[in-house]
């Protein structure tokens, strides 16, 4: 089976960069990059992808090509693909569970009216087209976290159920893309989206967002003083999810006097990154933990020395800081 890496890889082999910055996320891409994933019938990936196979990869190139259909972007098939496994495992259940007895399809769709008949809820394309409607409409999709976007368009009990499911999506779509899209014309006014590319370094932009603060002395907002701002802001609403920059071993989570709840990780070379400003219930990840460029490992906070829900992202190489833009920009991963 194709490690993600290699299915990413592969697709932007395939796909050119443009492409692979699409399959793989974010946030309004530049407008040539925002066309829709759309995949050919035929040249299903033989063999499982994440765990799923067969039916299940039938199912999800439906509601990838459902979203091509209406033209919704990359970035709005994954989260539908995504919703899709959190819901039914990519399977067209006949049946609910306990909280929607009533609930049918790949997307568990209720009975309300709001989703169509029994036999639109029950049809991959009808279904996955109403699912994109409904995504379309919540206002401000594009920047909200995955499982937030796919959470206000189902209202799962738990917003963050779908989270664990988008790794998977990624895999899928990229392994469908990958085998069944010929070519796609490669455009230069592609610049990544956070998080953007992973390289094939395995380096990611740690968190979508906008860039608030660079590295270099500044006066300090709270404080007043002037005084050097170790790494970069990158603001976005609380809850956004954090990703390890690149690979790694966790080797520190835990309180501090200004950086709140801090996640260090050490990616051997004698380079850290540092990822600041968390709510302790934030963490997802532990020291020990092997990670890989894209693993989440937190949400964004404003825990600490912050004046609003930002991360503050640090590079360390030697025991010294450095800015992190141009580190990054050498791993491929502009900032
Ligand atoms: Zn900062």
């Known amino acids: 089976m194709k490690t993600l890496a290699g299915a990413l890889l592969g697709t932007t082999l395939l796909l050119g960069s443009c492409v692979s910055a699409v399959a793989l996320v974010p946030p309004p891409p530049a407008a040539a990059c925002a066309a829709p994933v759309v995949l050919s019938p035929d040249g299903l990936p033989v063999g499982a992808v994440a765990g799923y196979s067969g039916e299940q990869l039938a199912n999800a190139a439906a509601i990838v090509n459902a979203g091509g259909a209406l033209g919704a972007p990359a970035r709005a098939q994954l989260i539908a693909v995504m919703t899709a496994m959190g819901e039914s495992g990519l399977r ?23 989703w169509g008949s029994y036999a639109d809820r029950m ?23 995955p ?17 664990k499911y988008w790794p998977a999506a990624l895999e899928v779509v990229a392994a469908l893309a990958g085998t069944t899209v010929p070519t796609v014309p490669t455009t230069t006014d592609c610049a990544p989206a956070p998080p953007g590319d992973i390289t094939t370094e395995g380096w990611i932009r740690p968190a979508a967002g906008r860039l608030s603060s660079t590295y270099g002395y500044r006066i ?44 260090v990780i050490d990616h051997g070379s004698g380079v850290l990154t540092r990822y600041a400003h968390m709510y302790p219930e934030d963490i997802l990840t532990s020291v020990g933990a092997t990670v890989s460029g894209g693993t989440a490992i937190g949400r964004i906070g404003s825990n600490g020395q912050s004046t609003g829900c930002h991360l503050h992202f640090e590079v360390q190489q030697g025991g010294e800081f450095t800015d992190p833009r141009p580190f990054m920009a050498a791993l491929g991963v502009p900032l």
Do not use: M
């Open 92 to 114: 067209v259940l006949d049946r609910g569970d306990a909280v929607g007895p009533d609930s049918r399809g790949l997307f568990q769709q209720r009975d309300n009216g709001a």
């Open 123 to 145: 049809d991959p394309t009808i279904s996955a087209t109403n699912f994109y409607r409904a995504l379309l409409a919540v206002d401000g999709w594009e920047t909200l976290s």
């Open 147 to 163: 499982t937030l976007a796919a959470h206000r368009t189902q209202r799962n009990a738990d917003p963050y159920h779908y989270e």
């Open 220 to 263: 300090h907002p709270i404080t007043g003083v002037r005084k050097h701002h170790n790494g970069i802001d990158i603001a976005n609403d609380c809850g956004t999810p954090i990703y390890a920059a690149g690979p790694g071993v966790v080797v520190r989570t835990g309180p501090t006097p200004s950086y709140g709840t801090l996640v």
